[in-house]
């Protein structure tokens, strides 16, 4: 440390003892804890952007010092010293750089900030808490709750920017990150969010770990996938997060869903050996359609002829049900969308995805709410926000944040701005 620069640090020290003194002197006479507890963030934060400030600059100096810039082999020479105002997670602190330029290429090159890594003026540490935030909610919120809780002060625009960097790349998953133990469960289902081109379907995948000698337990180490991509680049999505939750390992497999074609593609291309279920509560809602149309909204013969036919299809008489709805049918009291044709043809194309007694018996699950829930959470509670609209790049972004903190991988995100960071300085 140089000379002046260890006065400068002497100074400092010597102003947070005052300070602190101050403080001390002055607390008799505060009101209460809460002015205690203001008094006291306010000098830390104060107090940390000096620190910072300090810490920074002398590492910066350091930096300089030890190597100078190369350029077209003329070498480049100190030109002036340039400030920069940087926004940390300790406050704003101002650094002073040294600048370079070539007198051959006319090149020119700040070392400290190449070393620093930080662009758009804040340092990596906010934008992680921004990208963090942003991916769990809208971005007017997040900022606020930013500089409330946190005094770290950033723009919506800003927090766009620094979301669109973090979340513009897909994550190479390590193998086997998060193995299934036991059972895998695959759901499948879709949803919708609001883009620059209108609605479109976004498919959402949930992959967990399930315990089929022991169903009453909750899933465990779910993980989600997804997209707005068509099903066969979707498909390419799933098939990598069930790779990487070691569905080859896995002691058995079963895929849930509703009646998607899209959904049964992926079941059978991706996980020929895994039990297909058709979920119940999406089949339960086709046959209480189809006892409407035959004794009409709301009555009691309705209520009887709709758990009837769940009954029978829950205790492995789907067929029977199925006949009865064809014969409706041949009598005429079928309506002028074909509801009752519809619901048998839907019974007979996943007949083989209704054995319930066998399902239940083997311990799988018979519903796919884990999926219809991450549709809500990953999907709807960000995207399906009043008056939004995405365009495909920031949606995506946000979407990929989203997952990665929701599935617990976030360091995973963390040493993916980490290598942009390495590439953006090996660049300057």
């Known amino acids: 440390m140089i000379a002046h620069e260890a006065e400068a640090w002497e100074q400092l020290q010597s102003r947070m003892l005052g300070e602190l003194r101050q403080m001390m002197e002055a607390a008799g006479g505060m009101q209460n804890g809460e002015a205690v507890e203001a008094a006291v963030q306010r000098w830390v934060r104060t107090t940390g952007a000096r620190?910072?400030?300090?810490?920074?600059?002398?590492?910066?100096?350091?930096q300089e010092r030890a190597q100078l810039p190369g350029c077209c082999g003329a070498g480049m020479r100190l030109h002036s010293y340039q400030h920069r105002q940087v926004t940390t997670l300790l406050g704003t602190v101002r650094l002073r750089r040294r600048y370079y330029r070539c007198l051959e290429c006319g090149k020119s090159r700040y070392p400290g900030d190449a070393w620093l890594g930080w662009k758009d003026g804040f340092s990596f540490g906010v934008e992680e808490v921004v990208a963090w935030e942003c991916a769990a909610r809208p971005y007017r919120e997040a900022v606020a709750s930013l500089e409330k809780l946190a005094?770290?002060?950033?723009?919506?625009?800003?927090?766009?920017?620094?979301?669109?960097?973090?979340?513009?790349?897909?994550?190479?998953?390590?193998?086997?990150?998060?193995r299934v133990e036991k059972d895998l469960v695959i759901e499948l289902d879709g949803t919708t969010a609001h883009l620059q081109e209108g609605w479109k379907e976004?498919?959402?995948?949930?992959?967990?770990s399930w315990d089929c000698t022991a169903p009453e337990r909750a899933p465990e180490a779910v993980s989600y996938v997804a997209d707005w991509r068509s099903a066969e680049e979707?498909?390419?999505?799933?098939?990598?997060?069930?790779?990487?939750?070691?569905?080859?390992?896995?002691r058995s497999q079963a895929v849930l869903g509703d009646g998607a074609v899209w959904v049964w593609e992926i079941a059978s291309h991706l996980f020929p050996r895994a039990v297909q279920i058709l979920d119940w509560y999406h089949l339960a809602e086709h046959l209480w359609e189809a006892a409407r149309v035959v004794h009409g909204e709301g009555t009691e013969p309705t209520q009887r002829l709709a758990e009837r036919w769940k009954t029978e299809v829950w205790e492995g008489r789907s067929e029977g049900v199925e006949e009865h709805l064809r014969e409706l049918v041949s009598r005429g009291q079928d309506d002028a969308k074909s509801t009752l044709r519809r619901c048998a043809d839907y019974l007979q194309t996943h007949q083989h995805r209704l054995r319930y007694p066998l399902f239940r018996a083997a311990g799988w699950p018979t519903g796919s709410g884990v999926v219809e829930g991450a549709c809500k959470q990953v999907v709807g509670l960000r995207f399906k926000r009043k008056s939004t609209r995405w365009s495909r790049a920031g949606g995506r972004a946000v979407l990929h944040l989203r997952v990665d903190r929701l599935s617990q991988r976030w360091p995973l995100r963390l040493a993916s701005a980490r290598r942009t960071l390495l590439d953006l300085r090996q660049a300057a």
């Open 51 to 62: 620190v910072m400030a300090a810490l920074t600059q002398e590492a910066i100096a350091h």
């Open 234 to 250: 979707f498909r390419a999505l799933v098939d990598q997060e069930a790779l990487v939750r070691g569905a080859a390992l896995a």
């Open 151 to 178: 005094g770290v002060v950033v723009s919506m625009h800003a927090a766009q920017e620094i979301v669109a960097r973090w979340g513009e790349a897909e994550l190479e998953l390590a193998p086997y990150a998060e």
């Open 202 to 208: 976004v498919k959402v995948a949930t992959c967990f």
